[in-house]
């Protein structure tokens, strides 16, 4: 069986090169954006106590010694957020950081076990001022790049053109047919046999050992995601309260969360929250994650009681992580995340 050649051969590296000039010109001039309107770059360590604690995020796991020869657990980091919010608790007011992250059971055109997340942090702010960040930096990407439409897998969006605002609910209603909300009672609580019926009586596949968020995730793959970021990009706006489990409730409405998601192509390139600050509350939710985790994937992560405690001082804020590579992606026009990477993880040969 062939293979095809390393990325680091004359040939490869060649075609590649464009690509990855591309993400230096683009990096710098994100760089400037952010100290332009008083970031603070931060530096945040890859190895953390925790590295999360969503139910299907998965990490990579070592170890470290101590000068006794015992040893105690650590991982690296899926996300900079803990870190970032920490450092939000000691008084940084606006932050950003590109961050080296990692990720087990990823590999795919979109997807690599070691990525770059682009985060940042405003203090004070509402969520609101993210979405125009993410509109600038949208046509700054495009701008630097020379490109006036992004494509990917021969669908286009117009970087210069401001996105379309949509919510959860009402893209659950235009795609699929399903009144989202109606599955979920005032105090946030999920129905999850009203969904499955609303899902069946739509013809959707539902299976007896289904969540509810199970049948969330399968609209939201199926019917919704295939729509968003066509034309001009989306921002998927107020997830329920029960799949955003780091964003605190939205006022007007406590079914759902100050959550959005931005997608361009029908790829999504950012989360983002208005932070959740109430401790009591994200360990409870940490901890449902991580019973969902045990119950599907036979595992937990710890909770970094540190990052607990930080929330208890940390100010309102409004917080988001971004994919750089994948915007790199859409703005040099490249079809693989490997193409924008450096050099990119080694992949195990049989």
């Known amino acids: 069986m062939s293979h095809a050649s390393p990325?680091?051969?004359p040939d490869v590296h060649a075609d590649r090169r464009p690509f990855l000039l591309g993400r230096n010109r683009i990096q710098s001039v994100l760089r400037r954006f952010f100290e332009t309107r008083d970031f603070i770059e931060v530096d945040t360590?890859?190895?953390?106590?925790?590295?999360?604690n969503e139910a299907h995020l998965h990490a990579f796991a070592t170890e470290a010694l101590n000068h006794d020869g015992t040893d105690h657990p650590l991982y690296l980091h899926t996300s900079p957020e803990f870190a970032c919010k920490k450092l939000l608790a000691g008084g940084e007011e606006r932050i950003a950081c590109f961050a080296h992250v990692y990720r087990n059971r990823e590999r795919g055109p979109l997807h690599h076990p070691e990525f770059t997340m682009l985060e940042w942090y405003r203090a004070g702010e509402s969520y609101e001022a993210l979405m125009r960040d993410c509109a600038e930096i949208l046509a700054?990407?495009?701008?630097?790049?020379?490109?006036?439409?992004?494509?990917?897998?021969?669908?286009?969006c117009d970087p210069f053109a401001?996105?379309?605002r949509l919510s959860v609910a009402d893209a659950f209603e235009r795609f699929a047919g399903i009144d989202l909300l109606a599955s979920i009672a005032a105090n946030g609580e999920t129905d999850r046999d009203h969904l499955a019926a609303t899902m069946a009586a739509a013809g959707l596949r539902v299976?007896?050992?289904?969540t509810w968020a199970d049948l969330f995730s399968r609209v939201l793959v199926e019917k919704v995601e295939?729509?968003?970021?066509?034309?001009?990009?989306?921002?998927?706006?107020?997830y329920p309260t029960a799949e955003a489990a780091l964003a605190r409730p939205a006022a007007r409405d406590p079914r759902v969360a100050e959550r959005f998601e931005l997608y361009a192509c029908g790829v999504e390139l950012a989360n983002a929250f208005g932070e959740l600050t109430d401790a009591?509350?994200?360990?409870?939710?940490f901890e449902m994650e991580m019973a969902e985790?045990?119950?599907?994937?036979?595992?937990?992560?710890?909770?970094?009681?540190?990052?607990?405690?930080?929330?208890?001082?940390?100010?309102?804020?409004?917080?988001?992580?971004l994919g750089f590579d994948r915007l790199v992606m859409l703005a040099t026009g490249a079809s693989r995340i490997d193409q924008v990477l450096w050099a990119p993880v080694a992949e195990t040969r049989a």
């Open 207 to 210: 299976a007896h050992d289904d």
């Open 226 to 238: 295939p729509h968003l970021g066509f034309g001009r990009a989306t921002i998927l706006d107020e």
């Open 140 to 156: 700054l990407a495009a701008e630097t790049t020379g490109t006036k439409q992004f494509i990917f897998q021969g669908q286009a």
């Open 45 to 52: 360590a890859t190895l953390q106590v925790s590295p999360g």
């Open 293 to 321: 985790k045990a119950r599907v994937y036979g595992e937990t992560y710890p909770l970094d009681e540190d990052f607990l405690a930080a929330l208890a001082i940390m100010p309102e804020a409004s917080g988001i992580a």
């Open 280 to 285: 009591p509350e994200q360990r409870r939710r």
């Open 7 to 9: 990325w680091w051969t």
């Open 162 to 164: 401001a996105p379309e």
